[in-house]
């Protein structure tokens, strides 16, 4: 699966999510985590105030996902407007983080 396509989230992942206790959605989880974190800085900005209320009141379907990928589902519950744009930044960055690992 691609982990940045916004299609899984309500398909496939979102059921091996429900199935499985632990879920290891990427191999390079640092990786995916920058790529993430930028992606959200870019996005959404800085996460405070309400935003920062709504993350950590938050008890969504994401026990046993890496903290990045529980990003991504809170993002796409509580700011779904933003989802895809956060994804495509994420998956962005993550590409060049792997070509410059490749270089």
């Excluded at 993430?36 to 994401?62: F, K, T, Y």
């Excluded at 589902?73 to 070509?99: G, H, M």
């Amino acid at each position: 699966m691609d982990h940045y396509d916004p299609r899984i989230y309500d398909g496939a992942f979102a059921d091996i999510c429900h199935t499985h206790r632990n879920v290891i959605p990427v191999r390079d989880y640092a990786g995916h985590r920058n790529a993430v974190n930028r992606a959200v800085a870019e996005v959404l900005g800085p996460i405070q105030g309400p935003l920062l209320q709504s993350l950590m009141g938050w008890s969504g379907d994401a026990s046993g996902v890496p903290t990045s990928q529980a990003m991504l589902l809170w993002i796409k519950e509580t700011q779904p407007r933003l989802f895809e744009d956060v994804l495509a930044k994420a998956k962005q960055y993550d590409s060049a983080n792997a070509a410059g690992a490749r270089a």
